[in-house]
């Protein structure tokens, strides 16, 4: 079993910077990619940010320029760095993992979300 802890979101003013991070723990083989979802109050979840184990990144043009991606292999831990925060940034954010859980297969697994709000 794989399981992934959030921590880092919080309420910011407009303007103002948070780093989320999630730690994937438990039988891992190799960690493939890991990356963040979010999902605003009726809205879609939406794939924010991703990371892959050679370190090729993916944003999202709404917070491209303005987030950082970054994966510890070491700690199976991936962080986001996102900056310029605005309104429109409020949502749950979710961390998933697309982890090797041995050598033949993997599994995609998700943290519980953690809750950023964006004051205007």
């Known amino acids: 079993q794989v399981q992934l802890v959030e921590s880092g979101g919080g309420l910011v003013q407009a303007g103002g910077s948070l780093r989320l991070s999630c730690t994937a723990s438990g039988t891992i083989y190799k960690i493939d990619e890991m990356g963040w979802y979010r999902q605003a109050p009726g809205m879609q979840r939406e794939l924010v940010a991703h990371?892959?184990?050679?370190?090729?990144?993916y944003y999202i043009d709404s917070v491209k320029g303005r987030s950082t991606i970054s994966m510890d292999n070491a700690k199976n831990t991936v962080y986001l760095q996102l900056n310029s925060l605005n309104p429109e940034d409020t949502a749950i954010y979710y961390c998933y993992a697309d982890i090797m859980v041995n050598s033949y297969s993997n599994q995609l697994y998700w943290g519980r979300g953690t809750q950023v709000t964006v004051s205007s």
């Open positions: 990371i892959t184990s050679y370190g090729s990144t």
